[in-house]
Nanobody, 130 residues
Framework: QVQLVESGGGLVQAGDSLRLSCTASGLIFTSYVMGWFRQAPGWFRQAPGKEREFVAAIGGSGSYTDYADSVKGRFTISRDNAKNTVYLQMSSLKPEDTAVYYC????????????????WGQGTQVTVSS
């Protein structure tokens, strides 16, 4: 079966950097767009759209990337197809980046909508203190 396993989360201070990893198994990795989403604490008290929001996506070959406006210039998504792994390099972290970060895989065209992703990891917590 398909498994996505995230790692690399933790507690950091504002301005620090962190790299998340997600290793996939049970699928033809290069056939899938890989995405990162995040779910902030207390999302259900916030405006619609805050639940599991899109962060970044990368195409199968790695040539296509897309980012949420809130992370452009600070986060970089990349993939190593030889290792079936996708990364999210996060720099200049802010307290508002605090969330559970989820890795996801989508077969087909890249999308920013969580509804189009077929498989999900369990998530890894990132906490940024001020």
């Amino acid at each position: 079966q398909v498994q996505l396993v995230e790692s690399g989360g933790g507690l950091v201070q504002a301005g620090d950097s962190l790299r998340l990893s997600c290793t996939a198994s049970g699928l033809i990795f290069t056939s899938y767009v890989m995405g990162w989403f995040r779910q902030a604490p207390g999302w259900f008290r916030q405006a619609p759209g805050k639940e599991r929001e899109f962060v970044a996506a990368i195409g199968g070959s790695g040539s296509y990337t897309d980012y949420a406006d809130s992370v452009k210039g600070r986060f970089t998504i990349s993939r190593d197809n030889a290792k079936n792994t996708v990364y999210l390099q996060m720099s200049s972290l802010k307290p508002e980046d605090t969330a559970v970060y989820y890795c996801a895989a989508q077969f087909g065209r890249a999308s920013t909508s969580r509804y189009n992703y077929n498989y999900w990891g369990q998530g890894t917590q990132v906490t940024v203190s001020s």
